[in-house]
Every structure is written in C-alpha cells, then in structure tokens.
C-alpha cells in the first residue's frame, strides 16, 4: 500500500543539470522512468502535484504536466479521480527479488496458536491512556524540553520511576541511581560495556536462561560462565566456583524454568557479591505478576551497593514502547553513563514524560491490575487444560508470571514435539532451546500463556495431547 501523504503530495528527489546539452523535459522524464523501474516509487505511490513538482525543480508548471502526460501514455503513471496521478499497478521494479528475511521463519502463521514465552496481551494494551498520557506530554512539556536530555534521562520519570520501584518492588533507591534506556537489552549492553571497565570480563548466566543473552555477553566481550539452576533458583555454590564477579538473575520467575529464587539462596547471592567484589544483574521482568501471594521485593533492596537491576515495561505494558531503565550503584553509575553517552542520544524524551503521566495518574497500576486478573485466569485455563487432557504430566513454574514448564516423559524427543505441535499449527519452544551447555535436560515445552485467549490454549493443549499421543515424538 502506498503511504497517505498531505495536501501537494510527497517530495520527489530530482536532479536537473542545464550544463548538458540534454533538455530539461528528457532530463525529468527519463529520471522518474529509472525512479518507477528500480522501485525507489512503487506501484500505487502518489506523485507531487505539478504545481509542488515544478517549484522543487525549478521549472515551468507546464513542463511538468507535458512529463506526467508522456508518462501516462507510456503506461507508468495513472490519474485517479480525487487522488491526483500515482505510479500505475504493473510499472514495477526491475530489481531481482530482494532475500528472504532470515528471521521470517520465526513469524507465527495466520490461525496457529502460540505458547510463544515473553509475549504480554498485546490486545489488552490501554492505548487510550497512552494517548492520554502523550497527549498531556505534548501540552505541557516546555521548550528547553525538546533538546538533548541529560544522559541519565528525564528527572521527571526517573523520580516516578524510583518511587514505583521503592512502592512496588521493595528497592532502596533514589532519582539519582536510575538511568533511562531503551528496553531491557539496550541497559545489558550499556552495563556489560561498563563493567568490563571496571575489570568484570567473566560473567556468569543462569543454565537454562534467557535466549539470547549469552550472544549479547560475548558481543560485548565478556565470557559466558553457566550456573545450573535447580527448584530453589540459581545454583550458588557454583556460582562460587567460578571466575565470575557478574551474573545476571532472573530471581522473582526465572526464565524458564519459572522457580523463585529461595531466601536463602537470595542471601547466599548477595554474600556472593561482597565477597568477590563482584555485582549482581537483577532482571525484573515479569516480577510484578505473582499470583499466590505479594509479589517477592527486588533483590536490589538486600544491597543496592552490589546489584544493578534492569526493568522495562515490555511485559507490563508493551515492547513497542522500548522504554527500560537501570539502577545502579554509585560505584558503576559514571561508567554506566559514558557508555549510555556515546552510543546513544537517549529515549525520546516526549515518550519518558508520557511514562511518567502514565504512572502518576494510577493508570499503569490499573493496567497492571487487570492484566494480572487476566492472566490468572489464563493461567488456572492452562493447569485445567493439562489436567484434564495430560493427566500424567506435570506443570511447573506457575507462582508467577505468564509462562509454565510442562515436563514431558523422559522417553520423549523433545525436538520432535515441537515439529508436531507445528504441523498441528502450534507454536510452542522446548525447555532445551534455552539450554547455554550442550548437554540436554529432560524433555520439557515452556508454554507462555499471556498472549493467548483462554480458548487457543485450550485448544493448544488438546493439539499437544494428540500429538503426544499419536505422534512420532518417542525416541
């Protein structure tokens, strides 16, 4: 579809040259000829009006009328009544086939059911308010607020920030320890580059953990160190063991497996830290989701001088905001604000006082309310479904958040129950894609549950029943 453009049309890049001998009409015809040809317009996209085109051009109306007409004779451009004159359907590109985009295969097919992990109601966002909320951003932010923010980030939503964070999450922290990034992996990027400043080159992630975060951490030039976890969270005892003086936890539903980091591994953690002069990276992704009883406080509230903790609101309201922040401690605050400096010029800042309107007006607790009655259901959906269709397996992880770890028997490919689901049109990801060592778990399907209705999981788990049961997934 072509883009909607204003009253005159869009702007089209010409270049005429009166040094050649070459007239101004041959000039102007054959460079919107190659512009329709190699695809730069595209079948359907509206072209300038004359009037605006032969300012642009620096040439008579008249010159331009007599170029659209040739070209409408010629079959490249069509006059629609009521729309001005467009590149004709069929005047295509002369380029190969562009590549196929090797992430397409990721892409949930129309009508399939996904247990995608990660992935909150994205129906259920209140666009409403966020249009509230920009809206009030628009009407009072001053002048001097549309120049380059402070790199740390607006004052304004860092205060809303931190005081959501001593309310909600139980953390010691002020304005002055928060810095604005942009989502979840632009804060690990900017704390990995920082610690490896501060000598921290060994950092240590939990086995099986989040996808991708082993990549970011050599991308950054650090060493990836795997620590098991068990029920109780991460192992530290191995952790001990290891070179690390870093390591990223997901402490209040660790991704996957869904366990809570046990007290007593919390403390053990933290002595960790001190003893090895090391940090803790807290990820608090899903922690405001709890469902038999308050949610557990940050881990940044045992020691706030020895765990930096990276949030954002991809799964409490919506990654497309790819708002995060980060709070640091004052000993890795300048180098973590050099980095944040020279990669980039911050999140924009309309967006950061929209944020923070968001939250000041109770609207994102709100949200947060009724995306938690939501996803309890769904979550109780999904235990009945398993019970009631899979009576011999097990869900586990279910406390908090919206994924749960379905263990499968241990006579099971899991590899080959991921096909089936797919060919079933159901989308789901083994226990072992999250796996940082080579060798395997037992067999197990994490199921996230915050994007699907109660009916597809339902029906998911009656495809996965089939599937197990008449499928070929047995080793």
């Known amino acids: 579809m072509g883009v909607r453009w204003s009253r005159g049309g869009p702007e089209l890049a010409v270049n005429l040259d009166r040094t050649v001998p070459e007239p101004l009409r041959q000039q102007l015809l054959q460079q919107m000829r190659e512009a329709i040809r190699c695809g730069a317009l595209q079948p359907g996209e509206p072209l300038p009006s004359?009037?605006?085109?032969?300012?642009?051009?620096?040439?008579s109306r008249g010159l331009v009328v007599d170029c659209y007409e040739q070209l409408l004779a010629e079959g490249y451009l069509e006059a629609i009544g009521g729309s001005g004159t467009r590149v004709a359907a069929g005047a295509g590109s002369s380029r190969p086939a562009p590549r196929p985009d090797p992430t397409a295969g990721e892409a949930v097919a129309d009508g399939a059911i996904s247990f995608e992990y990660g992935i909150p109601d994205l129906a259920s966002v209140p666009l409403s308010d966020w249009l509230w909320a920009l809206t009030e951003a628009i009407r009072t932010v001053p002048a001097a607020g549309l120049a380059d923010e402070d790199p740390a980030g607006s004052l304004r939503l860092r205060e809303v920030l931190t005081a959501y964070h001593r309310r909600v999450r139980a953390g010691y922290v002020t304005a002055g320890d928060a810095v604005v990034v942009s989502g979840f992996r632009h804060g690990l990027a900017i704390v990995l580059a920082a610690l490896?400043?501060?000598?921290?080159?060994?950092?240590?992630?939990e086995d099986p953990g989040p996808r991708e975060h082993d990549e970011i951490v050599r991308r950054a030039g650090a060493k990836v160190v795997a620590v098991p976890v068990d029920d109780d969270g991460l192992d530290v005892a191995t952790l001990r063991r290891s070179a690390a003086r870093a390591v990223l936890v997901t402490p209040a539903h660790q991704c996957p497996t869904g366990a809570v980091l046990s007290p007593q591994r919390r403390r053990d953690l933290v002595a960790w830290a001190k003893a090895v002069d090391g940090v803790i990276l807290e990820d608090d992704y899903d922690a405001e989701f709890r469902y038999d009883r308050q949610p557990v406080g940050?881990?940044?509230?045992?020691?706030?001088?020895?765990?930096?903790?990276?949030g954002s609101v991809s799964k409490t309201f919506a990654p497309a905001l790819r708002i995060g922040w980060l709070l640091t401690p004052p000993a890795y605050r300048p180098a973590v604000l050099d980095e944040k400096r020279f990669t980039t010029r911050g999140v924009p800042a309309l967006d950061q006082t929209a944020l923070a309107y968001l939250i000041e007006s109770g609207r994102f607790d709100r949200h947060l309310r009724r995306m938690r009655t939501l996803y309890a259901a769904r979550r109780e959906t999904l235990a009945a479904a398993v019970e009631a269709d899979l009576p011999g397996l097990r869900l586990s992880g279910l406390a908090a958040g919206c994924h749960a770890v379905l263990k499968l028997p241990p006579n099971m490919s899991e590899a080959k129950v991921v096909a089936g689901a797919r060919a079933r049109s159901v989308i789901v990801r083994?226990?072992?894609d999250y796996r940082l060592t080579s060798e395997g778990a037992a067999p197990a399907l994490v199921l996230g549950f915050g994007n699907t209705s109660e009916s597809r999981i339902r029906a998911g788990v009656r495809a996965l029943a089939e599937e197990l049961t008449t499928g070929s997934s047995r080793s």
């Open 430 to 432: 083994g226990l072992n």
């Open 298 to 310: 940050s881990l940044h509230g045992l020691d706030p001088d020895r765990v930096i903790a990276l």
């Open 196 to 205: 490896a400043r501060h000598g921290i080159t060994d950092v240590a992630l």
């Open 50 to 59: 004359t009037r605006r085109l032969a300012e642009q051009a620096g040439v």
